[in-house]
């Protein structure tokens, strides 16, 4: 355990260096945020029925999601795993002491937390005071903000889970641009990134239910704004705690088959 | 001219070499904008409307401008990968031939799998042709040409800019994403249905009020006035790629070699 504690701790460390990059990051989400909060109000400006989501829950949802862009992101991509595996230079990783699994997923763990630390305290401090509509409401008591926590904490993990899985694709097909594309565009859409998952169709909402991206980045935002109530939130963490674990078995048993077989590059 | 198809043909050669991989990566480019498409028809299934606009017009402002954005960043990936030319210092090498660095710049890289994203563009660019209800005259067309014209000079614009300012800065900023991606997000849509400051900045510092709105409300007959000027609108937008171009040659008299 302590292995993948100093691991974390390096990249985390690692990560924290590129401090101008952030800024430049900063400034890129908030015009994406007000981008599509100006969309959404259009929208809603002359919307006759009500919404399935009021506009400031929107808001609050839109913000969220810029400010925890790195925590959810399916296509945040460490290359340096892709470049282990195709330069041969597993070979290395797999003389450390350590699970490879357990490893990895420290690694990739850090390097999110470690860029959503620089950008999602700036992102929330702002937002927080912008002149209404475009202010970013906060949660409406204690209990909602610490479910919001646990539930975003399980939703890293299980993004992080998928991710790995995305990764041990690579042993096999050695080139991981295109699935990987395809898995990121998909897994994006469902997660609700593009369009708010309460304002897709029916039979669409019914399928990405079933799926867990939505766990990742949907959930906890729903949750953080008040439009999945406290007690159904608590419905739905055992849920995500099971797909925790599917997730993280289906990814070290593969892994451990991939490993058996595993070619490793030369050159 | 004859020396910008040279580059095309051997970079097309080239590419063509990892063959699978490049119909990969078109097919991901099909689907990248694709989900945005499903988005933005989910959005309108459920509200019907934008300001007034209906889906079909929606759709045909995202086609001209992803067609646009794809058509550039296929054609001018060279100024958009700028910022490695430079690290290396590989522009020394460019600048000692005897011919324009624009031209050596943009020769320097194309990226043919945005022929996946210029392929979506073009099947939702029918089907809202087909399913607006209105008469296709021959200016129509034309304008609608102009369109995507104006929309390719603008994006290849913005890409130099953004390749100029590497001379100072020497990387590559994730800012520059604001006005490219960013820039293709916000045009997707008919440009009055943000706020007044907004679309003020995007008509007239960058031009996107004249390939997504102007000319659109020509094509759609809510001109009111002079029909010449909205139909002629694009050109505005082919404009803007002079001053940029201006820019990048002040910008290369600075260059200064990072030496490695």
Known sequence: MKAYVSVFRLRLVNGLQYRSAALAGLATQFFWGFILIMVFE?????ALVTQPISLPQLITYVWLQQAFLSLIMLWFRDNELFQLITSGNIAYELCRPTGIYGFWYAKLLAQRLASAMLRCFPVILIAAFLPQPYRLSMPVDAVTALLFVITLILGLFIIISISMLIYISTFVTMSAAGSLLMFSVIGEFLAGMIIPVPLMPDWLQ?????????????????????????????????????????LVALGKYTMGKALRRVVVQGG | ????????????????????????????????????????????????????????????????????FALSECFARGFDMFSSLVINGEFDR????????????????????????????????AWAVS?????????????????????VFIFTGIFILMATMCFWTIQGLEISSIFTDGGREM???????????????????????????L??????????????????????????IIPCLLLWRFGVRHYRSTGS
């Not at chain 2, 002079?226 to 609108?233: A, D, I, Q, T």
């Open chain 2, 94 to 125: 460019l600048l000692v031939r005897p011919r324009n660095t624009v031209l050596q710049v943009l020769g320097s890289k194309f990226e043919f799998t945005r022929i996946g994203r210029l392929l979506q563009s073009v099947l939702v660019l």
């Open chain 2, 131 to 151: 399913q607006i209800h209105m008469d296709w005259t021959f200016a129509k067309i034309v304008t609608l040409i102009l369109m995507i014209m104006s929309g």
């Open chain 2, 1 to 68: 001219m004859r020396l910008f198809g040279k580059y095309l043909l051997i970079l097309f050669k080239s590419q063509m070499q990892y063959r699978t991989s490049f119909w990969l990566l078109s097919f991901g480019q099909f689907f990248i904008p694709f989900s945005v498409f499903a988005g933005l028809y989910f959005m309108f299934e459920r509200f019907g409307q934008i300001r007034g606009w209906d889906f079909y017009e929606v759709a045909l402002v995202f086609s001209v401008i992803h067609m646009a």
């Open chain 1, 42 to 46: 259009a929208f809603y400006s002359q």
């Open chain 2, 215 to 240: 000319p659109l409300m020509y094509i759609l007959d809510r001109t009111e006035g002079s029909p010449v000027l909205y139909m002629l609108s694009p050109l505005a937008g082919c404009v803007f």
């Open chain 2, 187 to 213: 045009a997707q849509y008919p440009l009055n249905i943000y706020q007044k400051w907004v679309t003020r900045f995007f008509t007239y510092v960058i031009p996107f009020g004249c390939v997504n709105y």
């Open chain 1, 206 to 246: 019914a399928i990405v239910n079933v799926l867990p991206f939505r766990l990742t980045a949907d959930f906890p935002f729903r949750v953080y704004s008040g439009h999945i109530s406290t007690s159904e939130a608590l419905k739905i963490i055992p849920l995500q705690l099971l797909w925790l674990t599917v």
